[in-house]
């Protein structure tokens, strides 16, 4: 009974090459997130969607491309893959509203690039 | 510019020991400010939210508080355990916006 999955966990890919990393949830959630987190343990947001629309676009690459099909997925694909990327990405949901609501992790995909 | 600082950065205590970690922010307008707990190689998982009325809370071993005035919170671990051992992040977000704003975590490491 996973309530927030992503898939894959490790993910080791060249330097240029395409990816993507799939979230899902099952907790009725209207809200999701990608965080990154790098090698000193800092976690840092980098997108957030409400109900398949995009509320939240920090200063992140265009390489990093956000994508909803329904409010219970969000994936992210990355292009052009960079040595900076390899950390581990966080997705996380939480009920709708922005206040006082908490937010549940996935258990992360390590990035590696080479 | 909206900050979340804890401290120590890490501690060793002993198996049965009590500890203290501390989380300072400058985040306004406040919303609210959460504990979370990251085993290694996992995701956080929250341990108390609490809210500008709200100056104590507790989740078993562990109780937050927070003075809103001095912008000052701190997570009171009794009677740790090995499984204690973990990173304890502070998390605040401002009212009005989607953004959590982590702090950069105290990695708590219990020994027997």
């Known amino acids: 009974d996973t309530a927030v999955s992503q898939t894959p966990k490790y993910l080791v890919t060249q330097m240029g090459n395409d990816k993507s990393i799939k979230c899902e949830q099952n907790l009725g959630h209207d809200t999701m997130y990608w965080y990154k987190q790098d090698s000193k343990k800092f976690l840092k947001i980098m997108f957030s969607y409400n109900n398949k629309e995009l509320i939240i676009n920090e200063t992140v690459p265009n390489r990093f491309s956000p994508k909803s099909p329904d409010k219970a997925h969000l994936n992210l694909h990355i292009n052009s893959l960079e040595l900076g990327d390899s950390a581990v990405y966080f997705c996380?949901?939480?009920?709708?509203?922005?206040?006082?609501?908490?937010?549940?992790f996935g258990p992360g995909t390590r990035l590696t690039v080479l | 510019k909206n900050q979340v600082e804890q401290s120590p950065q890490s501690l060793i205590i002993l198996e049965g020991k009590n500890c203290t970690l501390q989380?300072?922010?400058?985040?306004?307008?406040?919303?609210?400010l959460r504990w979370y707990k990251q085993d290694t190689g996992r995701g956080p998982v929250s341990l108390t939210i609490m809210t500008f009325s709200e100056n104590t809370k507790s989740n078993g071993r562990y109780t937050a508080t927070l003075d809103a005035d001095t912008k000052q919170s701190s997570l009171h671990i009794t009677a740790s355990q090995l499984s204690d051992s973990a990173s304890y992040i502070c998390v605040v977000s401002a009212q009005g916006t989607y953004k959590y704003i982590f702090g950069t975590g105290t990695r708590l490491k219990v020994l027997a």
């Open positions: 989380c300072n922010y400058t985040v306004s307008p406040f919303s609210n």
């Open positions: 996380a949901s939480s009920p709708a509203g922005i206040n006082y609501n908490e937010q549940f």
